[in-house]
C-alpha cells in the first residue's frame, strides 16, 4: 500500500533564491548557469552542490529542473537547498506535478514567491516509496535521454554532410564546376521570398489551451529545443479555431519568432514537424510556417539549421522583455541554393537520417505521455507502487 503523510510544505523541502550574475561577469568554465528555465551557459565558478532541484522564480514558471553537476542557480530562479532527507529525484518530481505556475503573484512578470508555498498542506509517500517512485519514473527519463543523445548524433552527421557539400564546397563533381564570383556554376542567388514563402500562426487565448489530447495540437515556442529542432515534451493542444494555413503536417519546416528571454536561443530557430497523423498541428503567434516554393523541403531545413541562418537572423529580434521577430525580415534575408540535381542528392542522402531522427522523437513522445500519465497518478497514491512496477518501458 501507498503510505502518505500529511504535511505542510515548508516542512517538506526549504527553497532559496537563486544568485545575481550578469553576463559581462560570466567567465567560460565547466559548471552549468541555470537559469529559471534551461541551463543558459557555462561558468567557472558554482553556487550550489549537487543534486540541483531548480525552478523558475521570476519571468518564466512552472518548469523544474534537475542538475546533477555544480551549478551557478541564477536569481531568477528557486533552488532546493534543503531536501529535508526526502528524495531529491522524488522532491523533482513532485514539484514537477505541483504546477507552480499556477501560484504566480506578479502583476506584470511573472512571479512566484515562495512564502506563498509554506503553509500548504500536501502529501508526501515513506522514504523507502519515494525512492522506488524516482527509480520509476527516472527510468523513463533516462531512456528518453538516451533517444536525444542518439537523435543529437544523428543531426551532428546531417549537418557535417551539409557543411562539406554547402560550406566547403566539396559536393559530388565540384572539381569540374567552375565559380562566377565565388559561386560555383548554376547556382541561384536571390531573396529568400524567390525560394520560401511564410505563413503566420494563430493567435490565442490562454484559455483555447488544453491538455485534452483529443484536441489540435499546438505548437508554440516550448515545442523547441534551445538552438533549434523539435521538443517533444513541449507540445501543447489547442481548442480554437484556425485557418487552414495554420495547419503544419509531417516534414513541415517552422521558425520561432518570438523569445521570451534576452538569451536568443530560440528565435529565428527551426523545428521539423512530426507526423501528427491525418489532422497535423496547428501553430501559435509565436511561430511562421516556412513553405518552399523553389527549393526542397530537406535542404530547407538543413539549410535554416546549419548555414549559421538562425544566428544571423536572431540579432533582428527586439523587445524589452520579450524578442520579436517579424516574420516579413526571414524573406528579406539573401540565399545561395544549389542546383535542383545537387538539392535532390543531398535530400536523397541525409531523408534517411531525418527519418531515423523522426523514429526516436516518436518514441520519446510515447514515453513522455505514458510518463506524463504516472506522474500524477504516482505522486497523488492513486497508482501504487507496486501497479506501477508490473509496468514495463
Not at 65 to 76: A, G, I, K, M, S
Not at 133 to 153: G, K
Request: with cysteine.
Amino acid at each position: 500500500m501507498n503510505e502518505l503523510k500529511e504535511i505542510y510544505f515548508k516542512d517538506f523541502i526549504k527553497l532559496k533564491r537563486g544568485y545575481d550574475l550578469p553576463n559581462d561577469k560570466i567567465i567560460d568554465g565547466k559548471y552549468p548557469i541555470v537559469a529559471s528555465t534551461a541551463v543558459k551557459a557555462f561558468h567557472k565558478e558554482y553556487k550550489v552542490l549537487p543534486p540541483c532541484v531548480v525552478t523558475g522564480r521570476s519571468g518564466s514558471l512552472g518548469e523544474v529542473q534537475f542538475v546533477d553537476n555544480p551549478c551557478w542557480v541564477l536569481n531568477t530562479a528557486l533552488y532546493v537547498k534543503n531536501f529535508n532527507e526526502n528524495n531529491p529525484k522524488y522532491v523533482y518530481y513532485f514539484l514537477k506535478m505541483m504546477r507552480l505556475e499556477i501560484f504566480n503573484s506578479g502583476a506584470g512578470v511573472p512571479t512566484l514567491n515562495q512564502n506563498h508555498l509554506h503553509h500548504l498542506k500536501i502529501q508526501i509517500h515513506s522514504k523507502e516509496q519515494q525512492q522506488q517512485i524516482a527509480q520509476i519514473l527516472t527510468a523513463y527519463d533516462d531512456l528518453i535521454e538516451t533517444n536525444n543523445q542518439r537523435i543529437a548524433t544523428l543531426e551532428q552527421l546531417a549537418q557535417q554532410i551539409y557543411k562539406e557539400w554547402f560550406v566547403r564546397l566539396r559536393f559530388p563533381n565540384w572539381e569540374n564546376t567552375p565559380l562566377h564570383h565565388g559561386i560555383p556554376e548554376g547556382w541561384s542567388f536571390g531573396f529568400a521570398s524567390k525560394f520560401f514563402e511564410v505563413v503566420k500562426g494563430k493567435s490565442y487565448k490562454g484559455d483555447e489551451l488544453t491538455e485534452n489530447v483529443e484536441n489540435m495540437p499546438f505548437i508554440t515556442l516550448k515545442s523547441f529545443n534551445r538552438g533549434g529542432g523539435y521538443r517533444a515534451d513541449g507540445l501543447k493542444y489547442y481548442k480554437g479555431r484556425y485557418n487552414k494555413e495554420q495547419v503544419v503536417q509531417k516534414n513541415d519546416v517552422v521558425m520561432a519568432v518570438t523569445d521570451m528571454t534576452q538569451d536568443r536561443v530560440v528565435v529565428g530557430r527551426v523545428a521539423r514537424i512530426p507526423d501528427f497523423g491525418d489532422k497535423g498541428a496547428v501553430i501559435s503567434l509565436d511561430v511562421i510556417k516556412l513553405v518552399p516554393t523553389t527549393i526542397s523541403n530537406s535542404f530547407l531545413y538543413s539549410y535554416m539549421r546549419h548555414s549559421g541562418f538562425g544566428d544571423y537572423i536572431k540579432e533582428f529580434a527586439n523587445g524589452a522583455n520579450v524578442l520579436h521577430l517579424k516574420p516579413d525580415l526571414v524573406t528579406k534575408q539573401k540565399m545561395i541554393i544549389p542546383t535542383v540535381l545537387l538539392q535532390e542528392k543531398f535530400s536523397n542522402l541525409v531523408e534517411p537520417i531525418y527519418e531515423q531522427m523522426d523514429a526516436l522523437s516518436t518514441t520519446n513522445e510515447n514515453l513522455i505521455k505514458t510518463r506524463n500519465l504516472l506522474l500524477p497518478r504516482l505522486i497523488s497514491g492513486k497508482l501504487s507502487v507496486k501497479e506501477a512496477q508490473t509496468l514495463t518501458i
